[in-house]
Structures are given as structure tokens and as C-alpha cells.
């Protein structure tokens, strides 16, 4: 069984917010959550946040601790772009964009080693 949760229209750029993501990416949802905690970046905050909702779910709907559970999968799409101008040099103006972000969290129960080798039978 698997618990999901989204985010949309975060106001951090899918570049930025990547590389953070792929730390955690098929580790333990206790270990996300410390290294999003001990992380000192303030983008980190909305991923330590949908993950924390996503493992509530589980929580939730299935009774299962943080330590139960792994994260399937974590992805930042990109969102819409807001566009604006600035003023440049010499009275031009300069074309800015504020990209968004779409987050998406799977989260799944662990599977041992002796569940797997039954599947495998």
C-alpha cells in the first residue's frame, strides 16, 4: 500500500529544490525527516513539510510508524512561471522569471527480506 501527498505551487525553483530531493530519494522517511531537520536551508522547509504529511497518512490510514516506511518517490515538476520586467541599463528592461514548483511524495511500508523471498516462491 502506498500514501502519497502534493504540493503545489511552491515558491522555489524545481533546479534548486532537486538536488535536495535525490539526497532522500529511496531512503527511510525517519532518516528524510532528520536530514531535512538538520538541513540549514530555508527551501528545505516545504519538503521536510510534504513528507511529514504524507508519513500522517500512513499514519493515519495504515497505523504505521516512520520507521515502517520508505520514500518511493519524490518528485518537483515545474509549475508555471510567473514573468515580470525590471528596469536594466540604459532604460531597457530586463525580463525576470519566478518559477514554481509541483511536489509530489510516495511513501511506502518497508519490505523485508523474508516477506520478499515468499513473493519470490
Not at 525590471?86 to 509530489?104: D, E, I, T, V, Y
Request: overall charge positive; proline content about 5%.
Amino acid at each position: 500500500m502506498q500514501f502519497t501527498a502534493k504540493a503545489r505551487y511552491i515558491r522555489f525553483s524545481p533546479y534548486k529544490l532537486r538536488p535536495l530531493v535525490d539526497v532522500v530519494r529511496g531512503k527511510d522517511a525517519d532518516y528524510a525527516l532528520n536530514w531535512f531537520s538538520t538541513c540549514a536551508l530555508k527551501r528545505v522547509r516545504p519538503l521536510k513539510k510534504i513528507l511529514e504529511s504524507a508519513v500522517a497518512n500512513a499514519k493515519s490510514q495504515a497505523n504505521l510508524a516512520e520507521s515502517d516506511l520508505v520514500v518511493r518517490e519524490f518528485c518537483v515538476d515545474e509549475g508555471p512561471t510567473i514573468t515580470y520586467y525590471k528596469p536594466g541599463a540604459m532604460g531597457r528592461a530586463n525580463l525576470q522569471r519566478r518559477r514554481l514548483s509541483h511536489l509530489k511524495v510516495m511513501v511506502a511500508p518497508k519490505v523485508s527480506t523474508e516477506q520478499s523471498k515468499k513473493k519470490e516462491e
